[in-house]
């Protein structure tokens, strides 16, 4: 008893470590991402550190559910790959412990870990996705700052019209500067030139600062009393340095109300996914009936598909119940004459057309409908399979550690990674099909999920089997083709001689 406390004490120091190693290398790889995703919209807008700090917490918050089933696999895959390794996992064996008993503490962690990721899924993400889409669009809204352009006029300071022949990157100088005052809404009046200058925002935010050499200012006044139809007075003045400061509080970030998002699918817990689809499927449904009555066929049909969609409780008359009747159409029509005829064929012509036009109409706001719902269900499915995910890459990543008896950072890194895109690239084509409506969402977004669980049960398998995945013949040949991959693939990390094992103690 006090040998398997040990034990399964030290198996969750072991695999503890590069868990929390490998989380926060994977959130901070997706916050990368992120940042290249939305570099530019965060560019040149003034923001303060803590505003871009902010936003990119919330990032990270949303990434943890993707980030929690990559680090359970490498984690998983380096603890047993190192017990492997080390022959430590043949020694707790040969004592008479299976694999299963000493995954078993491990197992009990990842069933807690999948637990949390779902509460955190469904509870704390989408009040974060709510602050985080706040933000993201005030950040859009935020006018940019002062950004000169060589040889162009600048109009997005309020009021000045601004020009500049030449700017030094290096030391931020500019050089030929114009600069035409519109605050009068005078026309081109008063106008400043210089040959040099710098600019730069105060740092409330709230003034642009130009500060400008060897220039000067030329002015129309205005006139008054009695000159004013005669006289046009001018007024010219030159200076050495000369300092203009122009306000510009709208520079300010102005957050948007989180409230404006809390509707969207991804700011919903679970139970308000499903009162929301309900509530959209019942929207979809009148569409589709207004959409069915609007057409225009023969007063029989218009009446069976009246019925069907209006249910009287007195007649209920289903579409199934048409009874076909066999109708010599061809002899008919051959029997009238061309009037007659005439009169048909354009009278169909017509109703076809209409109907047609009556489809097409109706047919993209139909399809966004239903998108819109198969979005809902995706959002409602994500958080049950991410979740699950961290529990079934566990039963992946240990019995795989346990056969290829490979640790450290580079063979569990290198399976865990690829293994991950695989599934991360299943998974988005199985969304894909679900928002396009190809097949069934609750079938699509579980797809990745049952693919991988029947994967995790022949590796747990084999594992416990002690059945090699592949023999070394045939490793060996795949290394011979890959040769640039032998030597990572053989990297052996030595033990550390500080480092006590469960059987030292």
Same mark, same amino acid.
């Given at each position: 008893?006090?040998?398997?406390?040990?034990?399964?004490?030290?198996?969750?120091?072991?695999?503890?470590?590069?868990?929390?190693?490998?989380?926060?290398?994977?959130?901070?790889?997706?916050?990368?991402?992120?940042?290249?995703?939305?570099?530019?919209?965060?560019?040149?807008?003034?923001?303060?550190?803590?505003?871009?700090?902010?936003?990119?917490?919330?990032?990270?918050?949303?990434?943890?559910?993707?980030?929690?089933?990559?680090?359970?696999?490498?984690?998983?895959?380096?603890?047993?790959?190192?017990?492997?390794?080390?022959?430590?996992?043949?020694?707790?064996?040969?004592?008479?412990?299976?694999?299963?008993?000493?995954?078993?503490?491990?197992?009990?962690?990842?069933?807690?870990?999948?637990?949390?990721?779902?509460?955190?899924?469904?509870?704390?993400?989408?009040?974060?996705?709510?602050?985080?889409?706040?933000?993201?669009? =005030?950040? $859009? &809204?935020? @006018?940019?700052?002062?950004?000169?352009?060589?040889?162009? +006029? *600048?109009?997005?300071?309020?009021?000045? /019209?601004?020009?500049?022949?030449?700017?030094?990157?290096?030391?931020?100088?500019?050089?030929?500067?114009?600069?035409?005052?519109?605050?009068?809404?005078?026309?081109?009046?008063?106008?400043?030139?210089?040959?040099?200058?710098?600019?730069?925002?105060?740092?409330?935010?709230?003034?642009?600062?130009?500060?400008?050499?060897?220039?000067?200012?030329?002015?129309?006044?205005?006139? =008054?009393? $009695? &000159?004013? @139809?005669?006289?046009?007075?001018?007024?010219?003045?030159? +200076? *050495?340095?000369?300092?203009?400061?122009? /306000?510009?509080?709208?520079?300010?970030?102005?957050?948007?109300?989180?409230?404006?998002?809390k509707d969207g699918y991804q700011m919903l817990k679970n139970d308000q996914i499903s009162s929301v689809?309900?509530?959209?499927?019942?929207?979809?449904?009148?569409?589709?009936?207004?959409?069915?009555?609007?057409?225009?066929?023969?007063?029989?049909?218009?009446?069976?598909?009246?019925?069907?969609?209006?249910v009287d409780s007195l007649k209920v008359t289903k579409l199934a119940d048409l009874k076909s009747v *066999?109708?010599?159409?061809?002899?008919?029509?051959?029997?009238?004459?061309?009037?007659?005829?005439?009169?048909?064929?354009?009278?169909?012509?017509?109703?076809?057309?209409?109907?047609?036009?009556?489809?097409?109409?109706?047919?993209?706001?139909?399809?966004?409908?239903?998108?819109?719902?198969?979005?809902?269900?995706?959002?409602?499915?994500?958080?049950?399979?991410?979740?699950?995910?961290?529990?079934?890459?566990?039963?992946?990543?240990?019995?795989?550690?346990?056969?290829?008896?490979?640790?450290?950072?580079?063979?569990?890194?290198?399976?865990?990674?690829?293994?991950?895109?695989?599934?991360?690239?299943?998974?988005?084509?199985?969304?894909?099909?679900?928002?396009?409506?190809?097949?069934?969402?609750?079938?699509?977004?579980?797809?990745?999920?049952?693919?991988?669980?029947?994967?995790?049960?022949?590796?747990?398998?084999?594992?416990?089997?002690?059945?090699?995945?592949?023999?070394?013949?045939?490793?060996?040949?795949?290394?011979?083709?890959?040769?640039?991959?032998?030597?990572?693939?053989?990297?052996?990390?030595?033990?550390?001689?500080?480092?006590?094992?469960?059987?030292?103690?």
């Amino acid at each position: 008893m006090v040998f398997m406390k040990r034990l399964y004490l030290y198996l969750i120091k072991r695999f503890i470590g590069p868990f929390f190693l490998t989380f926060f290398i994977s959130i901070f790889v997706l916050l990368m991402q992120f940042l290249w995703r939305y570099l530019d919209e965060l560019v040149g807008k003034g923001l303060e550190t803590s505003i871009i700090v902010e936003l990119m917490s919330y990032a990270s918050i949303s990434l943890i559910p993707m980030a929690l089933p990559l680090a359970v696999l490498i984690a998983s895959v380096m603890t047993f790959g190192n017990l492997g390794e080390r022959s430590e996992l043949i020694a707790i064996k040969a004592s008479g412990v299976s694999l299963l008993q000493i995954m078993k503490p491990l197992i009990v962690l990842t069933g807690i870990i999948t637990i949390m990721a779902f509460v955190f899924a469904n509870d704390v993400i989408p009040v974060t996705n709510a602050k985080f889409k706040a933000l993201l669009w =005030s950040i $859009r &809204e935020q @006018r940019p700052e002062m950004i000169i352009k060589e040889g162009a +006029f *600048s109009n997005e300071i309020d009021g000045y /019209s601004i020009k500049v022949n030449r700017r030094d990157d290096d030391s931020e100088l500019l050089y030929g500067i114009m600069i035409y005052d519109h605050t009068e809404d005078r026309g081109n009046v008063a106008v400043t030139i210089a040959d040099s200058g710098y600019l730069r925002i105060s740092d409330n935010k709230q003034y642009m600062i130009l500060t400008l050499y060897n220039g000067e200012s030329y002015n129309d006044e205005k006139p =008054s009393g $009695r &000159e004013k @139809r005669t006289s046009h007075p001018f007024r010219r003045e030159k +200076f *050495s340095k000369q300092q203009i400061v122009i /306000s510009v509080k709208d520079y300010s970030l102005e957050r948007a109300d989180e409230s404006l998002w809390k509707d969207g699918y991804q700011m919903l817990k679970n139970d308000q996914i499903s009162s929301v689809v309900d509530s959209l499927t019942r929207i979809y449904v009148e569409t589709e009936k207004s959409t069915t009555f609007s057409g225009n066929y023969n007063s029989e049909l218009n009446e069976k598909i009246k019925d069907h969609f209006r249910v009287d409780s007195l007649k209920v008359t289903k579409l199934a119940d048409l009874k076909s009747v *066999s109708v010599e159409f061809d002899q008919i029509f051959t029997s009238l004459d061309n009037d007659k005829k005439a009169m048909i064929l354009e009278d169909a012509k017509r109703l076809a057309q209409s109907n047609q036009r009556n489809i097409l109409q109706n047919e993209p706001i139909l399809y966004n409908k239903i998108k819109w719902i198969n979005k809902h269900i995706i959002e409602w499915h994500r958080k049950y399979t991410m979740s699950l995910a961290c529990l079934i890459f566990f039963f992946i990543g240990a019995p795989l550690g346990a056969i290829i008896r490979k640790g450290g950072f580079g063979t569990p890194v290198v399976v865990s990674i690829l293994m991950f895109i695989f599934y991360y690239i299943v998974s988005m084509i199985g969304e894909n099909f679900a928002r396009e409506g190809v097949w069934d969402p609750a079938l699509t977004m579980w797809f990745s999920t049952y693919f991988f669980l029947i994967i995790s049960i022949f590796m747990t398998y084999q594992a416990v089997a002690d059945t090699l995945l592949v023999s070394a013949s045939v490793n060996s040949k795949i290394l011979k083709r890959f040769k640039f991959l032998k030597s990572f693939l053989n990297f052996k990390e030595e033990p550390d001689q500080n480092e006590t094992s469960v059987f030292d103690q």
